[in-house]
């Protein structure tokens, strides 16, 4: 029976008229689109956000995802930076040219932030200008920058500031290399550096990935959650070509699942697992409901050692609490790969709260989880 199938008999049960689309042709809205915390965000007032590229945990840069914006008072940027450092990231000033201690480094890393941490620039597009400055050709990502335009001594030049903490780094000239054309000026004081073999000591984030049924359904219960910063739609666990078309056959050994980025200082990955096992039924095999096939299966894939560790011990946890009658068959295996869904497959449940199947089948497990774990959802109702 498929999820059209399902949804037309709840519907008709409780009365619904709304008309349903097929999974495939549904209502598509437009595309959806803190470890070492150098000088130490702790303490500063956190207000808006801003989407920006970050390290997780296991030392791979993720997002753009939704940052709180870092902000203190003046007295505060003076008590966690150097007088220097003040000087350059607060006043907009500038270091004697040659004389950085970051203007000659070769060594392989991340140059971040000095005032919040952000990732800014890699040894990757490093490059000798021979102006007296560190020069890159790229940011890591330009997210992460913000460019103001520069009219002080006389001239225009465009300023480069971090989009964090709205620390100034330096300016951005047309004459670097190719790619990009372009070269990156800027004050070794504005930046703290991160040896590649140490880039995991920079992770602010972590990613889990679970598997549990129509993906619209998981990733609608975990955009509830407090600490969570983003989910998004995707397929893993196969070998074939990830396209929803396909992966619908069943042939292509990959399972619907959601790629979750959290803040683990902010919710842990064993309560995710519970928020994943308490809106699924971890003991039917390769279904959920009336969504049958290998791709509609239960799994965990970890990232890393501790959380399949953390994941076995947490279904071992469940088996002898007898809360099921039949076995768990949740498959657990390390994360190969995870391909994003196509657009309209993001954000789904958000964008069309009206369709049959998110009516009947994804909006009760998310006031499941709002009912039932309460203390991990967030206030505002998501």
């Known amino acids: 029976m498929t999820r059209l199938v399902l949804a037309f008999l709840l519907v008709a049960l409780v009365a619904v008229t709304v008309g349903l689309a097929k999974r495939a042709g549904g209502a598509a809205g437009p595309e959806s689109s803190l470890g070492n915390r150098v000088a130490g965000t702790k303490g500063s007032t956190l207000t808006q956000t801003v989407e920006v590229k970050v390290f997780d945990t296991a030392g791979e840069l993720v997002g753009p995802v939704p940052m709180a914006k870092v902000v203190r008072t003046d007295a505060e940027w ?47 597009t490093k490059f000798k200008s021979g102006t007296g400055w560190p020069s890159f050709y790229a940011p890591v990502s330009e997210t992460n920058i913000v460019r103001h335009e ?21 300016h951005v000239f047309n004459d670097g290399p190719a790619p990009t054309g372009e070269r990156h000026c800027l004050n070794s004081e504005s930046l703290s550096f991160t040896a590649v073999d140490d880039v995991a000591s920079l992770g602010e984030v972590a990613e889990a990935v679970f598997a549990g049924g129509c993906f619209w359904c998981v990733e609608a219960v975990f955009e509830e959650i407090n600490g969570v910063l983003s989910v998004e739609s995707g397929y893993t666990g196969g070998s074939g070509v990830a396209k929803y078309d396909l992966v619908l056959t069943g042939n292509t050994g990959h399972a619907e699942a959601v790629r979750i ?42 990232t890393s050692e501790t959380q399949n560790a953390t994941a076995k011990a947490y279904i071992e946890k ?65």
């Open 78 to 124: 003076r008590e966690v930076l150097t007088e220097e450092q003040y000087r350059i990231l607060r006043k907009a000033g500038t270091e004697a040219a040659f004389c950085g201690t970051l203007l000659d480094n070769k060594t392989n890393g991340v140059y971040s932030c000095a005032g919040c941490g952000l990732p800014m620039f890699s040894s990757e």
């Open 261 to 302: 980025v959290f803040d683990p200082e902010r919710v842990s990955y064993e309560d995710l697992l519970r928020v994943h096992f308490e809106t699924h039924d971890p003991t039917t095999l390769n279904r959920q409901g009336a969504d049958v096939g290998t791709q509609y299966r239960s799994g965990v894939y970890y």
């Open 150 to 170: 520069d009219t002080s001594f006389g001239m225009v030049r465009t300023e480069i500031e971090c989009a964090r903490c709205g620390g100034h780094l330096g």
């Open 318 to 382: 469940l088996t002898k609490s007898g809360k099921y009658e039949r076995p768990i068959v949740t498959e657990v295996q390390p994360l190969d790969a995870f391909h994003t869904a196509e657009g309209h497959h993001q954000d789904y449940v958000k964008k069309n709260p009206n369709q049959g199947y998110v009516r009947a089948v994804a909006k009760p497990k998310v006031d499941k989880v709002r009912k039932n774990l309460p203390e991990l959802t967030k206030p505002d109702g998501g």
